[in-house]
């Protein structure tokens, strides 16, 4: 009994101190947003890095997403007598949630991986520790424009993933299922408000720190050779996939 106690003692203080490491550095790349000079430069790359490797499959997953929606709800609506209050039902599913949270779980996928994996290649070949002994600051030339970044990236490609996923919805609603085009959208102007938008968009933004804090976080602190930085790529894309659904329940709980 004794030795199972100090056991999960030990595995409980390694977590609180992992914790207090990734809030650390995560604080430590909050300090130099605010702090000049800034890297305009590097900020418009890592805009380009996140935005071209996810727009394809943004726009695939929401086309989709939207369709499904479209098919599922028509016919779930129709046993109670509410097939005009199908656009309302894909758009705030939409807006509220699925646009933010799956957006980022694919933006996650594809640029959240390439990104832990580019920098915990610089780690193992020494290009941070080039940079620290040229005394130039790691986390103002690699960290802070990937934060910075996925705070403006993230919201967009939610929006455009709502967007294509209503029109997803629209071609199926309308062109398949024969419903009128007017009752499509004006029951959507009626019932979608701005404090739906405003909940999309809180949780865009926070899903961006997030997603970019932990594969920041996990590329620069990566094991040795090719197999840490596959762990570190991988590990990365399960934590933020993870801590994605658990901050949107308790966002979403919040913000109802």
């Known amino acids: 009994m004794g030795k199972l106690l100090r056991i999960l003692g030990s595995w ?106 580019e920098i915990g290649i610089m780690r193992i070949s020494e290009q941070i520790d080039a940079l620290t002994a040229m005394a130039l600051n790691p986390m103002r030339y690699l960290i802070v424009p990937n934060i910075v970044a996925a705070i403006m990236v993230f919201p967009l490609l939610a929006a455009i993933f709502d967007v294509i996923g209503i029109y997803g919805g629209y071609a199926i609603a309308v062109k398949l299922l024969g419903m009128s085009e007017g009752t499509y959208f004006s029951q959507m102007q009626i019932f979608v ?43 990365a894309v399960v934590m933020s996939s993870v801590l994605i659904l658990i901050w949107d329940y308790f966002l979403g709980s919040v913000l109802l």
């Open 12 to 117: 409980a203080v390694s977590i609180i101190r992992r914790m207090g490491h990734m809030a650390t550095f995560l604080m430590h790349a909050f300090y130099f947003i605010f702090i000049p000079p800034f890297k305009f430069n590097l900020l418009l790359k890592q805009i380009r890095f996140f935005g071209n490797k996810s727009m394809i499959i943004i726009l695939l997953t929401g086309s989709f997403t939207g369709m499904v929606l479209a098919l599922q709800l028509f016919y779930t609506l129709r046993k109670f007598g509410s097939e005009a209050l199908l656009g309302p039902a894909i758009a705030l599913s939409l807006i509220r949630e699925l646009g933010p949270v799956l957006s980022a779980l694919m933006v996650t996928g594809r640029a959240g991986s390439a990104l832990t994996a």
């Open 193 to 235: 408000e701005m404090q739906d938008i405003r909940q999309g968009l809180y949780k865009s933004i926070s899903f961006g720190i997030i997603v970019s804090w932990i594969c920041c976080y996990k590329g620069f602190y990566t094991g040795y050779g090719a197999e840490g930085v596959s762990k570190a790529t991988t590990e």
